[in-house]
């Protein structure tokens, strides 16, 4: 190892666990929670009579007849247009969220992106016509935009080297929380008539009351001070976040590393250079291909796909809440075995066990599930079981580490313009995959299943030959410990 190389090794920068940085980590963390809670409070209100009847009669009449296709029963454009509508607007926020982390900070960001998540928790819930709901989703999705910007970079920048995996998932945990909480709200209102939906959408003030909070109390990270020219404020701030007074090597390395980012005029033009390329790509593709697995048409729509395949209404809503616990549970492996383990093992295992569930979901439903029929107790129960057994793949490997790579791969010059395109490519996949789920599930019927297997294996060639792992070095070394040496992505680096 070369002297360069000792001096930015992660054993040179001390540091240790204190309250405060915990609470940090906590408060922050809770833009995932009211993200998670937008995913899962979807599927859940959709379902609800009283929200058909009141905003979507059309599709109520469809439900009731009894001959009505299974595969088609939800096919509405408007109705996906209520979940979708959420996704579009944080696709648009996420690049006024980039220049918002740039200009003034991670703190800020976070802190608009919760009085956003505050006025479309209102407005949903007091909805009265189909154009207030879709307004109140616009604007949590503005929320989205700037919590999934601000939060992800917040948690990667104030980690320690050797816990930034963990905490950084901290975030994902929280989503999974979210949906968790999203799935028992919906379970205990769902008898609720006729309001229970109202009561399910107001709850979302919960959390972005808690993210609101959050965001006062948090410090403002030392990369995003120094970035603007805030030394003293930076190098106080570090070693209130590691707990030691020595942190003059990692101090230095920031420094070092924000005054190369000043010689790059604008952050978007620099990310269309070849040595740009590398984290970009790895990025965007990572967020596309943690939509393709199908994990949001399971979760956004968990309640509608298990009464397609014979509960009812209740039971569905139940089932939903036993993936909620699985996705939880499953997310604190990550936690635990990210910094162990590595990346590239989590997701390449997690291909296998998502190929699998979804090839057997599709075939048992090919096999048995006819367009006016439902599946037996037993074939009912296996499809939950595996759709289980999918989302406990997903958790540990690509709900997390998509966020966390893209998060830790770019250059200081570069990452907030470039988390801000990984993020938007989430929430254009999302959209899309939200917006037309329903609509394929009527047309493609059980093959949708296949249809995401397909993109499962060619995600796990991406892993084996395209990804780097990024395990224990330092975010700021980025480019001479990981790009450079990649067999592939050295050949961009200038």
């Given at each position: 190892m070369d002297d360069s190389e000792k001096r930015i090794s992660p054993q040179n920068f001390p540091s240790k666990l204190t309250f405060y940085v915990a609470i940090c980590w906590f408060l922050a963390a809770f833009g995932g929670l009211m993200f998670g809670y937008d995913i899962g409070i979807s599927g859940g209100v959709t379902a609800m009579d009283d929200f058909q009847i009141k905003f979507f009669p059309k599709v109520y009449e469809k439900k009731l007849h009894a001959k009505e296709?299974?595969?088609?029963?939800?096919?509405?454009?408007?109705?996906?247009?209520?979940?979708?509508?959420?996704?579009?607007?944080?696709?648009?926020?996420?690049?006024?969220?980039?220049?918002?982390?740039?200009?003034?900070?991670?703190?800020?960001?976070?802190?608009?992106?919760?009085?956003?998540?505050?006025?479309?928790?209102?407005?949903?819930?007091?909805?009265?016509?189909?154009?207030?709901?879709?307004?109140?989703?616009?604007?949590?999705?503005?929320?989205?935009?700037?919590?999934?910007?601000?939060?992800?970079?917040?948690?990667?920048?104030?980690?320690?080297?050797?816990?930034?995996?963990?905490?950084?998932?901290?975030?994902?945990?929280?989503?999974?929380?979210?949906?968790?909480?999203?799935?028992?709200?919906?379970?205990?209102?769902?008898?609720?008539?006729?309001?229970?939906?109202?009561?399910?959408?107001?709850?979302?003030?919960?959390?972005?009351?808690?993210?609101?909070?959050?965001?006062?109390?948090?410090?403002?990270?030392?990369?995003?001070?120094?970035?603007?020219?805030?030394?003293?404020?930076?190098?106080?701030?570090?070693?209130?976040?590691?707990?030691?007074?020595?942190?003059?090597?990692?101090?230095?390395?920031?420094?070092?590393?924000?005054?190369?980012a000043k010689q790059a005029k604008s952050p978007f033009k620099e990310l269309m250079k070849r040595s740009s390329f590398p984290p970009l790509i790895i990025g965007i593709l990572l967020q596309v291909f943690q939509q393709m697995t199908g994990i949001n048409a399971i979760m956004f729509y968990a309640p509608v796909l298990f009464q397609t395949v014979g509960f009812k209404n209740d039971g569905s809503l139940l089932s939903a809440v036993i993936t909620g616990v699985v996705n939880v549970v499953s997310t604190v492996v990550s936690v635990v075995a990210v910094d162990k383990v590595g990346r590239k093992a989590l997701l390449l295992e997690a291909c296998v066990q998502m190929f699998i569930s979804q090839m057997a979901i599709g075939f048992i439903l090919h096999l048995n599930l006819t367009a006016t029929g439902s599946l037996t107790k037993v074939e009912a129960g296996v499809v939950v079981f595996l759709v289980c057994f999918f989302v406990m793949g997903f958790a540990w490997s690509w709900g997390p580490l998509g966020w966390l790579i893209p998060s830790e791969t770019?250059?200081?010059?570069?990452?907030?313009?470039?988390?801000?395109?990984?993020?938007?490519?989430?929430?254009?996949?999302?959209?899309?995959?939200?917006?037309?789920?329903?609509?394929?599930?009527?047309?493609?019927?059980?093959?949708?299943?296949f249809f995401f297997a397909a993109w499962i294996f060619v995600m796990g060639l991406f892993v084996v030959f395209l990804l780097p792992e990024t395990k224990g070095v330092p975010i700021d070394a980025m480019n001479e410990r990981v790009w450079k040496k990649h067999p592939v992505w050295k050949k961009f680096m200038d």
């Open positions: 296709d299974n595969y088609c029963k939800y096919d509405d454009q408007n109705l996906q247009l209520f979940t979708s509508s959420l996704y579009l607007a944080a696709l648009v926020s996420s690049f006024g969220a980039s220049k918002a982390c740039e200009k003034f900070g991670r703190k800020p960001t976070i802190l608009i992106a919760s009085v956003f998540f505050l006025a479309g928790a209102a407005l949903s819930a007091a909805a009265m016509d189909v154009a207030m709901l879709i307004v109140g989703r616009i604007l949590l999705g503005v929320g989205v935009g700037f919590g999934n910007e601000g939060v992800p970079l917040f948690l990667s920048e104030i980690a320690p080297v050797k816990h930034r995996g963990a905490v950084n998932i901290l975030f994902q945990l929280f989503v999974t929380i979210g949906i968790l909480f999203a799935n028992l709200v919906n379970f205990a209102v769902s008898k609720i008539h006729p309001y229970g939906w109202r009561i399910s959408l107001a709850i979302a003030g919960a959390p972005a009351a808690g993210l609101f909070i959050g965001s006062i109390v948090i410090s403002e990270t030392p990369t995003s001070l120094v970035e603007r020219n805030k030394l003293e404020q930076g190098h106080k701030t570090l070693k209130k976040i590691r707990g030691v007074d020595n942190v003059d090597a990692e101090f230095n390395q920031i420094k070092a590393a924000c005054e190369a770019f250059p200081v010059e570069t990452r907030a313009a470039g988390f801000a395109c990984a993020v938007s490519s989430n929430m254009l996949f999302t959209f899309v995959v939200a917006q037309a789920f329903l609509s394929m599930m009527c047309h493609l019927k059980a093959y949708i299943f």
